[in-house]
């Protein structure tokens, strides 16, 4: 029995499915390392609430350990918490608008077959 022929506007499809579940795979990481980045910075955020201004604070830079005070914590952290809420929104956008074209393509490949 002869296979069926993969036309070439099959064979894009097909191209173009398995790059959009590549990068529906690297996107739900980055998705899920943005989340565990709001995570922390809500826990940091609440450990921080009712500190004393007068506490001893260190935040780390790499390996390193600097101290500041507690107005400076938590401007950092608020505004790295808008960044990661911002870029987080975006993504999940992109993604959806991805997972859309990503079934339309399977069930083109689907019916086609």
């Known amino acids: ?16 499915y398995q790059q959009l579940a590549q990068q529906l795979e690297v996107m739900g ?8 980045e709001k995570r922390d910075l809500e826990i940091a955020k609440k450990e921080t609430k009712d500190m004393d201004n007068s506490a001893v604070i260190y935040r780390s830079a ?5 101290q500041t005070n507690l ?5 950092y952290v608020a505004e ?3 960044k990661v809420e911002v870029r ?3 993504l999940t956008k992109r993604q959806t608008k991805m997972v859309t074209s990503f079934k339309e393509l399977q069930a083109g490949l689907s019916g086609s077959q």
């Open 80 to 82: 790295e918490y808008e």
């Open 29 to 36: 990481r980055q998705i899920q390392q943005l989340e565990m």
């Open 88 to 90: 987080l929104a975006s």
């Open 62 to 66: 790499g390996r390193l350990l600097f």
């Open 1 to 16: 029995m002869a296979q069926p022929q993969i036309t070439p506007e099959q064979q894009e499809n097909l191209q173009r």
């Open 71 to 75: 107005e400076e914590v938590n401007k």
